[in-house]
T-cell receptor, first 117, second 112 residues
Framework: DAGVIQSPRHEVTEMGQEVTLRCKPI?????LFWYRQTMMRGLELLIY????????DSGMPEDRFSAKMPNASFSTLKIQPSEPRDSAVYFC???????????????FGPGTRLTVT | AQKVTQAQTEISVVEKEDVTLDCVYE???????LFWYKQPPSGELVFLIR??????QNEISGRYSWNFQKSTSSFNFTITASQVVDSAVYFC?????????FGDGTTLTVKP
C-alpha cells in the first residue's frame, strides 16, 4: 500500500506569495493531521480532521493559514500571504481509529520543506 | 492539557552500548495512546510503537524494548546493542481522541 503522499517535497517562494501544500492520506484512514516542524518549536500540530471535518484548528498560527479536506483522499494547507517565519517542514499524517475514538496508528508523509525568502 | 517531556536533549553512545530514552507525560484523561517515532537524518518520521493506557505490558521487538509505567507516567524506550543506523531523533507522543502532543525529541548519536 502507498503511504501518505505529500507534494511538493520542496517549495521555495518569496514573501507575500500564496503557498499550497497537498496531501493524500492512506486509503481507509479516517483522521488526517497537519504538523509543522521547526528547530525552535519542534513538532506542532496545526489542525486535524476526522472524516473530512476539521476537529481542532487551535494550532493554526494565524488567519494566513487555512486547511481544507474536500474528500477522504485529499487535503490542502494554504498559506496566504507567506512570510519568512513560515519556513519549516510541514508534515501530513493520517491515522485510523477503526471506528473508536482513539488513534490506533498514525503514519507520516515525507514532508514538504518550505522556504520563504 | 497534555504534555510530553523528553528531558534528554542529546545522547551520545558508542556502538554496542545499550541506551534508554526517557519519556514522561501528563494527561487528565484515563484513556490515551502513547507512541514512539524515529526521525533519521533523511527527515521522515517512522512509527515505532503504540501502547494504550490500559496495557502496561512491556514490549520487545528485536533490539528495541519499551517500558510503560502508568504509576510514574513514563514510557521509556531502550535500544540494546546500539548501532550506527540507530542515530536519529526519537520522539515520544501522546494521543487522545485525535489530538497529538509530541515531546521535543531526543537526538541519539551512535558512534562507531
Amino acid at each position: 500500500d502507498a503511504g501518505v503522499i505529500q507534494s511538493p517535497r520542496h517549495e521555495v517562494t518569496e514573501m507575500g506569495q500564496e503557498v499550497t501544500l497537498r496531501c493524500k492520506p492512506i486509503s481507509g484512514h479516517d483522521y488526517l493531521f497537519w504538523y509543522r516542524q521547526t528547530m525552535m518549536r519542534g513538532l506542532e500540530l496545526l489542525i486535524y480532521f476526522n472524516n473530512n471535518v476539521p476537529i481542532d484548528d487551535s494550532g493554526m498560527p494565524e488567519d494566513r493559514f487555512s486547511a481544507k479536506m474536500p474528500n477522504a483522499s485529499f487535503s490542502t494547507l494554504k498559506i496566504q500571504p507567506s512570510e519568512p517565519r513560515d519556513s519549516a517542514v510541514y508534515f501530513c499524517a493520517s491515522g485510523s481509529s477503526r471506528g473508536g475514538e482513539l488513534i490506533y496508528e498514525q503514519y507520516f508523509g515525507p514532508g514538504t520543506r518550505l522556504t520563504v525568502t | 492539557a497534555q504534555k510530553v517531556t523528553q528531558a534528554q536533549t542529546e545522547i551520545s553512545v558508542v556502538e554496542k552500548e545499550d541506551v534508554t530514552l526517557d519519556c514522561v507525560y501528563e494527561t487528565r484523561d484515563t484513556t490515551y495512546y502513547l507512541f514512539w517515532y524515529k526521525q533519521p537524518p533523511s527527515g521522515e518520521l517512522v512509527f515505532l510503537i503504540r501502547r494504550n493506557s490500559f496495557d502496561e505490558q512491556n514490549e520487545i521487538s528485536g533490539r528495541y524494548s519499551w517500558n510503560f509505567q502508568k504509576s510514574t507516567s513514563s514510557f521509556n524506550f531502550t535500544i540494546t546493542a546500539s548501532q550506527v543506523v540507530d542515530s536519529a531523533v526519537y520522539f515520544c507522543a501522546l494521543n487522545n481522541a485525535g489530538k497529538s502532543t509530541f515531546g521535543d525529541g531526543t537526538t541519539l548519536t551512535v558512534k562507531p
